[in-house]
Structure formats: structure tokens, C-alpha cells
């Protein structure tokens, strides 16, 4: 079995390769945090820790590592997503790339 921290990993690299969430562009010329744009960031202020979305995805992932279901079967419905002020289509968008990424990494979803 793959480890969760690997995977996790992985998913938070194809959020942004996908160019589904902020990969760049965190800071303006000042220094100071930009939060303008539309794709939500995986990444705190300090650009070290998770975002709420960010630990949302490292759930995800783990979901399905320890259980072995696909994480997509919530359909941005999910309670946590709710609770985290993360929209349906966000949520929806997180958990198709913790589930691609469980998928690339050898996990069998059921």
C-alpha cells in the first residue's frame, strides 16, 4: 500500500498541475498576500501550512487510502465541505483529484 503523506503529495501537485487551484502568483510586488484571482489555493497566508482546502484534499485522500472507497462519492454534498465554507463545485473539483490521484497511485476505489 502507498503511504497517505505520498499521496497526498501527489494530489496537491495535481491540483496544480491541473490548474485547478493556485500554484503561483501568491505574493504582489509589495510583499503582501495577493488573494485576488478565482481558483482557491491549497496553501495558507504563510504559503507552509494547508488552507482550508488544502486539509479538505488531505482528508479526501486519506478517506480513500484507509477505506478504500472513492472520495468522489460525496458529490460536493459532504458535511466537512459545508462546515469549511467550501462551495459544491469546489468540493466537487477537490474530491475528482483526490480520486485521480488515489487512481495514479495504485489504489483500488470501489
Not at 10 to 23: D, L
Not at 81 to 104: C, F, H, N, P, Y
Amino acid at each position: 500500500m502507498i503511504c497517505a503523506p505520498l499521496s497526498v503529495g501527489n494530489a496537491f501537485q495535481q491540483g496544480v498541475n491541473s490548474g485547478a487551484v493556485k500554484g503561483s502568483g501568491f505574493y504582489k510586488a509589495d510583499g503582501t498576500y495577493d488573494a485576488s484571482g478565482t481558483k482557491m489555493t491549497l496553501w495558507f497566508l504563510d504559503n507552509t501550512h494547508a488552507s482550508v482546502y488544502g486539509y479538505y484534499l488531505s482528508a479526501l485522500v486519506s478517506f480513500g487510502m484507509i477505506t478504500g472507497l472513492d472520495p468522489s462519492r460525496f458529490g460536493g454534498l459532504d458535511r466537512a465541505a459545508a462546515d469549511l465554507a467550501i462551495t459544491r463545485d469546489e468540493a466537487k473539483i477537490l474530491q475528482g483529484i483526490a480520486k485521480d490521484t488515489l487512481v495514479a497511485t495504485g489504489v483500488a476505489l470501489r
